[in-house]
């Protein structure tokens, strides 16, 4: 550096006018707890954060606010699973409700009626199983076609929601029957 240039850094810091701070200082100052000193008052806004992101979680899943929603469902391709199964009719949305009819039956006291609901429960699983493989091979064909190539686990995200009754699933169906998506 020459005399010249020192001279202009010189007079560029001189507008100052303050000392610099001490970093302990600086550091100090930006010291803020991480809870309250009021630790019932802390508690209560802890809870009442963690309710408004539940609520907001809740309304994403009856509404299909993408933003929202848990990061299972989020993504076009889970949405495209969900609108493919909830625009179907299928045997697994009945398994519950076919599981409970075949148990009823079971406690009939003669053996054969007791044998047929057992062979009758048996088959009826077996169809829903089959019924979750072809959903998933369709969701996968569909989704391939569409976007290229599909996200992992989308095949059993889609099968596992066919085997829900359609009022229970979550987040709710945005489509009707038949409104196959696009």
Known sequence: MTEEDRGTAKSQS???????????????ANRRPLISDNRKVARQQHRQAVAEERARMRRALDTGEEKYLPPRDKGPQRRFARDYVDARWGLGEWLIIG????LALSFVPTPTMQMAS???????????????????????????????EME????????M?????????LPKPQVKRGQFPG
Do not use: C, N
């Open 152 to 159: 992992p686990g989308t095949r059993w995200y889609a099968a």
């Open 118 to 148: 057992t062979i009758g429960m048996l088959a009826f699983v077996f169809l829903v199983i089959f019924e979750g493989f072809w959903v998933g091979h369709q969701v996968k064909k569909r989704l391939e076609a569409k976007f290229g």
């Open 99 to 102: 599981v409970l009819v075949f």
């Open 14 to 28: 001189e507008g100052k006018g303050r000392p610099t701070p001490k970093r302990r200082d600086q550091e100090a």
């Open 161 to 169: 929601r066919s085997t829900q009754m359609r009022r229970m699933r």
